[in-house]
Structure formats: C-alpha cells, structure tokens
C-alpha cells in the first residue's frame, strides 16, 4: 500500500532558497536558506525528526495495546 508522507516545495528567490513541507501529521512547515544544500539538509534533518517521533509513539500505543496499557 502506498502513502504519501510528504509533499515538498523548492523556490529559488532574490534573497535564496525557500522550501516548503506539506505533510498530514505536521501540517505545513518553511524553511529558508541562502544555500540550496543547506536547505536540502534542514528539511531532511526535520523530516527524519518527525518520523523518528512518529515511530516512537507508534511503537508506544502498539505495546499498550498489547500488554494492558502496562509499560
């Protein structure tokens, strides 16, 4: 099964680079950088934050529902 997790938006303008990152759990984020791999590294770094979280709780409610809500 297939989902989409995000949807990314790069704008190269006068004063640099913005991005956008659209996403059903974190809604809308920008970011802005004057170098484009910079940018780049910015919005990766965010996104493997916000699915490391997301694993985390996952994981979380899975071993509550296993085990009487007993951590």
């Known amino acids: 099964m297939e989902e989409t ?12 680079y ?5 996403s059903d759990a974190d809604g809308i ?3 802005k950088n004057d170098h484009l791999d910079q ?3 910015d ?9 490391e979280e997301f ?3 996952s ?5 509550e529902g296993h085990d009487g809500g007993k951590i």
């Open 5 to 16: 997790l995000y949807n990314i938006e790069i704008h190269k303008g006068m004063d640099g």
């Open 43 to 51: 919005m990766t770094i965010d996104m493997q934050l916000a699915l």
């Open 29 to 31: 984020k920008e970011f």
């Open 59 to 63: 994981n979380e409610e899975f071993a």
């Open 18 to 22: 913005f991005g956008k990152i659209f």
């Open 55 to 57: 694993s985390n709780r």
């Open 39 to 41: 940018l780049l590294r």
